[in-house]
């Protein structure tokens, strides 16, 4: 389990079977680029159906995993510190 979250190219099946098409995990080209610009780019490839939050530092958040959320951890420029990934 641990070796899926490290992953950085990491991919969930949509439904719909061996045809459909994966759904992209992770953005580590987001590293570096502002909150806005990030959150715009995950919705533009994901949809609206995902949720996205700004995560400040030192910032404690919950341990659940949610398939319909994207956390952005920022830095106190607000540019993206850490891959972004569903969870």
Avoid: C
């Amino acid at each position: 389990m641990a070796e899926e979250h490290g992953q950085a190219n990491a991919r969930l099946e949509q439904p719909g079977g061996a045809n459909a098409a994966p759904k992209k995990m992770t953005w580590p080209e987001l590293v570096g680029s502002t909150s806005e610009g990030a959150e715009r780019k995950i919705k533009e490839e994901i949809g609206d159906a995902i949720r996205v939050q700004v995560i400040p530092p030192n910032t404690f958040v919950t341990m659940d995993f949610n398939q319909q959320r994207v956390r952005l951890y920022v830095d106190s420029s607000g540019n993206v510190a850490r891959t972004p990934r569903i969870g």
